[in-house]
């Protein structure tokens, strides 16, 4: 299995990044993948009121983990997905998992820079993607909307209750194969590929606006507020072997221990320990799918003294005991 971590700058850098992991050129905004990985490629466009995106068209020969951890620059991605042949698909967008086995899987979505992103394919997957960076700015002119911090406390509340996910429907995916395979015989490819990709940007732009007219703005937040709960995650995350108490958190953010489970609650969905103990587990499902590590190193490095409670969390978050990561990585 081929794993690759990053906090996305620019899709350029992220392909970069890809290929000097996998030691092969980056030419033009493309990288050809080499086979012991997969059969296929993936290639940066640029389109019109500079939007970057990415086209990815890859028959995975290893299984893949991608590992997008939250920025610090403020964007969107809109990322648009198809895998067949998926003998196993997992996304975790934050404390959000959808896992599919033995499924063909499509998914139309749009990502803030506030949530990490986690994905995997198996061998075997044919994974067909198309990614758009898209910056705070583009997105309030797009969606005519006046007022910037509704629209980001309304992706913040989306972002807590669920995630937003369109399927790929009958348009979307004829323009996806009009992306990924566009006509030998047409006039300037570059732009027919950059028109299309707009296309299939306004279908799913449609759609979400339309949910957002009928989604009701759960939280009223202003901006400093937002981003002194995401200092206050980062403190409650700094050490995954011992959270620091509400008190220690609430003198932080220099507001009362009740408002802090509040605001921390409306902005992330869960209570501040609940939510700590579902990333402890997360980063400990990481540390095991490595393949070098043991559960008891895992379970010591999470704070566990008792290994028996480390597994009992474990499996209560996923169903499964650490052991289970550890055997299913020689299947894959």
């Not at 940066?44 to 991608?66: D, R």
């Not at 989604?215 to 937040?221: A, G, P, S």
């Not at 802090?260 to 095991?288: C, H, N, S, T």
Request: charge should be neutral; include cysteine; charged fraction near 25%.
């Amino acid at each position: 299995m081929i794993r690759f971590e990053y906090t996305l700058t620019s899709l350029h850098d992220l392909l970069d990044l890809m290929a000097r992991q996998m030691n092969v050129p980056f030419i033009d905004g493309k990288v050809d993948f080499p086979a012991p990985v997969a059969k296929g490629y993936m290639r940066v466009v640029q389109l019109p009121n500079g939007l970057e995106a990415v086209i990815g068209n890859l028959k995975l020969v290893s299984g893949m983990q991608l590992e997008r951890t939250r920025a610090n620059k403020e964007f969107y991605v809109f990322a648009c997905d198809i895998a067949t042949h998926a003998r196993h698909y997992i996304m975790d967008v934050d404390e959000e998992r959808v896992e599919e086995k033995g499924n063909n899987i499509s998914a139309m979505y749009l990502l803030s820079f506030l949530s990490d992103l986690g994905q995997f394919a198996s061998a075997g997957t044919h994974f067909q993607t198309i990614r758009v960076v898209i910056s705070r700015d583009w997105l309030a002119k797009y969606l005519k909307i006046e007022v910037l911090d509704d629209v980001l406390q309304r992706y913040l509340s989306l972002k807590a209750s669920s995630i937003h996910v369109k399927e790929v429907d009958f348009e979307a995916r004829q323009l996806i194969q009009e992306i990924l395979y566009p006509a030998e015989d047409s006039l300037m490819v570059n732009t027919y590929i950059q028109n299309r990709i707009m296309m299939l940007i306004e279908n799913f732009f449609s759609w979400m606006y339309q949910q957002m007219s009928v989604t009701e703005l759960k939280i009223r937040m202003n901006r400093e507020e937002i981003e002194q709960m995401l200092k206050i995650e980062e403190l409650l995350l700094a050490d995954m072997a011992k959270a620091p108490t509400i008190i220690q958190l609430a003198r932080e953010a220099a507001m009362s221990p009740s408002k802090l489970k509040k605001q921390f609650k409306d902005v992330f969905g869960q209570p501040i320990y609940e939510y700590y103990q579902k990333k402890r587990m997360q980063k400990a499902r990481e540390l095991l799918q490595e393949g070098n590590r043991s559960v008891k190193s895992v379970g010591i490095e999470m704070g566990f003294a008792n290994l028996s409670n480390f597994s009992l969390a474990f499996r209560k978050e996923f169903g499964e005991l650490p052991s289970d990561v550890i055997k299913s990585l020689s299947l894959t």
